[in-house]
């Protein structure tokens, strides 16, 4: 690895499946808390991303590990690198 070379690590997040009808691709809805600038409640916002599940092992409520990855379609840019809780 050269100096001016920086090594680039690779976005993670947690969330929950809330689609799992495409082939090899998973829904997640990730939440995130934020501070409103003038009353100072915590809101709560979402975001739905989708991921790439090669092995179509995810179901609908699973709480799943994506990262981000390069695009692999025109939606898709993250990976699924591990599902944390399983819904039977």
Request: proline share 2%.
């Amino acid at each position: 690895m050269m100096a001016d070379e920086q090594k680039v690590v690779a976005k993670t997040v947690i969330g929950k499946v809330v689609s799992d009808k495409m082939d090899k691709t998973i829904v997640v809805q990730v939440e995130r808390k934020v501070k409103h600038p003038l009353y100072g409640k915590y809101l709560r916002h979402f975001s739905k991303m989708r991921a790439r599940d090669a092995g179509n092992k995810c179901k609908e409520g699973d709480l799943v590990e994506i990262k981000q990855s390069r695009p692999l379609s025109k939606t898709v840019s993250w990976e699924l690198v591990k599902i944390l809780k399983s819904v039977e």
